[in-house]
């Protein structure tokens, strides 16, 4: 499996970016997948995640009705619209596969996986 993230820049404080992760390797439509970020110096950080049909979603609370995940199974494609960017969402974004499906709901990083390389967002004040 291969994941592979890009879209990501240096944008001024209340601008917008659109992330995109490309997956390969696996039957896309059937996985749940999910984005994190990482700064320097701290954990990494749940942002949200997507139902294998696109269907549902859910987010971190420090990203809520600022983020949208969406997915297009026939690019093997998931997206991350960022919106009302702030300093603090400044990070290295990741996407990742949900391992199972029982796990739907979680925010725990141990239960996804084929991390991909991520992407850089600089959000300047």
């Known amino acids: 499996v291969q994941l592979q993230a890009s879209g990501g820049g240096l944008v001024q404080a209340g601008g917008s970016l659109r992330l995109s992760c490309a997956a390969s390797?696996?039957?896309?439509?059937?996985?749940?997948m999910g984005w994190f970020r990482q700064s320097p110096g701290k954990e990494r950080e749940f942002v949200g995640a997507?139902?294998?049909?696109?269907?549902?979603?859910y987010y971190g609370d420090s990203v809520k009705g600022r983020f949208t995940i969406s997915r297009d199974n026939a690019r093997n494609t998931v997206n991350l619209q960022m919106n009302s960017l702030k300093p603090e969402d400044t990070a290295v974004y990741y996407c990742?596969?949900?391992?199972?499906?029982?796990?739907?709901?979680?925010?725990?990083?141990?239960?996804?996986?084929?991390w991909g390389q991520g992407t850089e967002v600089t959000v300047s004040s």
């Open positions: 997507i139902s294998w049909s696109g269907f549902r979603t």
């Open positions: 990742a596969v949900l391992n199972s499906l029982a796990a739907w709901g979680t925010q725990a990083s141990a239960d996804f996986g084929s």
């Open positions: 390797g696996l039957t896309f439509s059937n996985h749940a």
